[in-house]
Nanobody, 115 residues
Framework: QVQLVESGGGLVQPGGSLRLSCAVS????????MGWYRQAPGKQRELVAV???????NYADSVKGRFTISRDSAKNTMYLQMNSLKPEDTAVYYC?????????WGQGTQVTVSS
């Protein structure tokens, strides 16, 4: 079992920045597939940024160059640094971990980009 808790969402103006955190209930040293997804109203959940099984960072084209995914194994925490935010980034952001054949999801944190 893996428990995930997201934090760091909120209201920000266009061009602003936020850093999301995902606290994982177990060591992430051995978890090699984890990342961030988001879902806007009326839209399907989409991939934002992930670590592949090889530890390589992959990003959706819409966020590439603006968002950075990272992780701190000592703190069992994954992060999503979001810069140059746009209104179209508004969504609920979810932390995801694939571990031992099962997808684990956090409860989500709301990000709203508006003037």
């Amino acid at each position: 079992q893996v428990q995930l808790v997201e934090s760091g969402g909120g209201l920000v103006q266009p061009g602003g920045s936020l850093r999301l955190s995902c606290a994982v209930s177990r060591t992430i040293f051995s978890i090699n597939s984890m990342g961030w997804y988001r879902q806007a109203p009326g839209k399907q959940r989409e991939l934002v940024a992930v670590f592949t099984s090889g530890g390589i960072r992959n990003y959706a084209d819409s966020v590439k160059g603006r968002f950075t995914i990272s992780r701190d194994s000592a703190k069992n925490t994954m992060y999503l640094q979001m810069n140059s935010l746009k209104p179209e980034d508004t969504a609920v952001y979810y932390c995801n971990v694939w571990y031992r054949g099962y997808d684990y999801w956090g409860q989500g944190t709301q990000v709203t980009v508006s003037s």
